[in-house]
């Protein structure tokens, strides 16, 4: 039997809704449960794949190709279980999906509505998970109030009817403010909200209350009071210094024996926090610090790189080290040396990017990583980056370049028109459509054997994720490894390059893929771990 945890959110957005889920979700494996996370995002994109990274933060991709929002990489991260393209959904693909129904005629002679139509094909979505596991936390983005998401209140609301009370649960998460003046936290917000909830016929079990001090009793007994829901059952959760804490804090606060008595299990199994707890002490108690500069573009918004800030965080828990992440603005470096920002780094990365700006200030971040035999990590764009370096540089082609920036003479990176997935041949053209037409997901690559990159895995064979639509000219490959640079993995055809590296360099690699996207802190990514002790050599503190 599958019991399904609705999340709303209240009052503010940005509440960590995504975290709290994803917590949760931690908690109930703890105690042995099968969890599932999924989303529902009631924006009009069909996904957030064509969405600006500052409106949008990061793109999360899953094995199966989807473009997703982040907060997949949140239950990713805290659960271990693989995202999919089914946890994920919008307004945009829920209507897509109505309407082009609608126009096969699926639906002759009915009028198509809000209710019941887009209501009926919101409810699929959350009943096609039906037995995958024994908990479905399912979160509506968004905030209880706004008008795009009323249709998927109303459709929890069928849903949780249907389902009847022991196997649906609300759980709203709300911000109680401190307000100086009254020297106090206000709970009116709250109240308010709840209103607004039971409004759209949704009573709240859980209300999780975010505040940045302790909660009282006499609050808690107010919110209990004029929401109408037990005192127990009013949670706080109180801003923590790591987010790998929210799960032991939640659980401290009484989060997941409460959902359990909400649904009325009587032999509530024990639960073991022994991970949690060993990933806190390592991040409480690091033994020194490591300095990454990251290179990159969207910098002021450290939401657009969830992830990989995630997976170097993950790297120093590993290696039980602090890691200091400095955002650097890459366009910088087209009129400032790099020297007086990059001296003092430990490590240098490139992350993923888009579009000309900033690119030729990423080349030269690779340039001064290479020369100066700093760590360099270069992910997908910033591979990329660094094979032009490499071509200009060391090859002498001076005018390197990639066709994502314009016709180019020398196209080091260019259109990649095909490739195979799952055996048959993709074609992309110039003109198609931008959405969701990528190389995305999990693709197999093979390693050299005795490479660099062969050792950090342990395997010639591995398998991860993409998000990209150029591709590493193989043209040039003779070329560059006569100046030292090796292709040390490549697709298993051997057509597409998948990774570069210099194995002449203390640590020097660049991938085609998102290796930040599989990372957990309880299973840190390899290359993250390599790449954080590179750093502590650097830094010389091993
Ligand atoms: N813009 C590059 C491409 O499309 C890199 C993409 C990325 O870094 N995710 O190939």
């Known amino acids: 039997m599958t019991r399904y945890i609705f999340i709303t959110g209240g009052v503010v957005s940005s509440l960590g809704k995504g975290l709290g889920a994803a917590a949760l979700g931690a908690l109930l494996q703890a105690r042995g449960y099968r969890v599932r996370l999924c989303k529902l995002d009631p924006y009009l994109n069909v996904d957030p794949g064509t969405m600006s990274p500052f409106q949008h933060g990061e793109v999360f991709v899953t094995d199966d190709g989807a473009e997703t929002d982040l907060d997949l990489g949140h239950y990713e991260r805290f659960t271990g279980v693989p995202a999919k393209a089914t946890d994920n959904t919008t307004t945009g693909r829920i209507y897509t999906e109505v309407l082009s129904r609608e126009r096969k005629g699926d639906y002759l002679g009915a009028t198509i509505q809000v209710i019941p139509h887009i209501t009926n094909a919101i409810k699929d979505f959350i009943a096609e998970k039906e037995n995958t596991a024994d908990f479905v936390l399912c979160e ?7 008008i795009e998401s009323l249709p998927f209140l109303e459709a929890i609301r069928q849903f949780g009817n249907e389902v009847g009370d022991d196997r649906a649960l609300f759980l709203h998460v709300t911000l109680l403010p401190y307000i100086p003046a009254a020297g106090e936290l206000k709970t009116k917000p709250t109240q308010h909200s709840v209103k607004e909830l039971m409004s759209a016929g949704i009573r709240p079990d859980i209300l999780l209350c975010r505040a940045d001090r302790p909660i009282d009793d006499e609050e808690r007994a107010k919110i209990a009071l004029f929401c109408n829901i037990d005192v127990k059952k009013v949670i706080p959760a109180l801003d923590v210094s790591s987010i790998y804490e929210v799960p032991l804090t939640y659980h401290g606060e009484g989060l997941d024996r409460q959902v359990m008595e909400s649904f009325g299990i009587k032999d509530i199994p024990n639960l073991d926090l022994s991970i949690w707890e060993n990933i806190i002490h390592n991040i409480k108690e690091p033994e020194g610090e490591v300095k990454i500069a990251i290179v990159g573009k969207y910098t002021n918004l450290a939401d657009s790189y969830k992830s990989l800030n995630e997976a170097l965080i993950h790297g120093g828990i590993a290696n039980k080290v602090k890691v200091k992440l400095q955002f650097i603005e890459a366009e910088i470096f087209e009129s400032h040396d790099p020297e007086q920002y990059l001296a003092g780094a430990n490590g240098i990365l490139v992350p993923g990017g888009f579009g000309a700006r900033g690119a030729e200030g990423k080349i030269r971040a690779a340039q001064y990583a290479r020369e100066r035999k700093i760590p360099y990590f270069g992910i997908c764009f910033g591979m990329q980056m660094a094979v032009i370096e490499g071509a200009r540089n060391l090859c002498g082609i001076k005018k390197a370049g990639s066709t994502e920036f314009g016709p180019c003479d020398e196209p080091i990176v260019g259109l990649m028109t095909e490739w195979v997935k799952d055996d048959k041949k993709q074609k992309r053209g110039k003109d198609g459509d931008l959405g969701g037409t990528m190389r995305l997901g999990a693709y197999p690559a093979k390693l ?25 000219n193989m043209a040039y490959r003779e070329r560059l ?5 090796t292709f040390s993995g490549l697709s298993p055809d051997g057509l597409l390059p998948e990774i570069i590296e210099y194995p002449d360099h203390p640590w020097f690699v660049g991938v085609q893929f998102h290796p930040e996207l599989k990372s957990k802190p309880f299973d840190p990514h390899p290359l993250f771990v390599s790449f954080i002790q590179a750093a502590m050599k650097q830094s010389r503190l091993v």
């Open 140 to 146: 509506i983005g968004g905030t209880v109030g706004d």
């Open 448 to 472: 050299k054997k005795g490479s660099r990159v062969n050792e950090i895995y342990e395997s010639e064979k591995i398998s991860e994720r993409h998000r990209h639509r150029y591709e590493v």
């Open 481 to 485: 490894e006569s100046e030292g640079m």
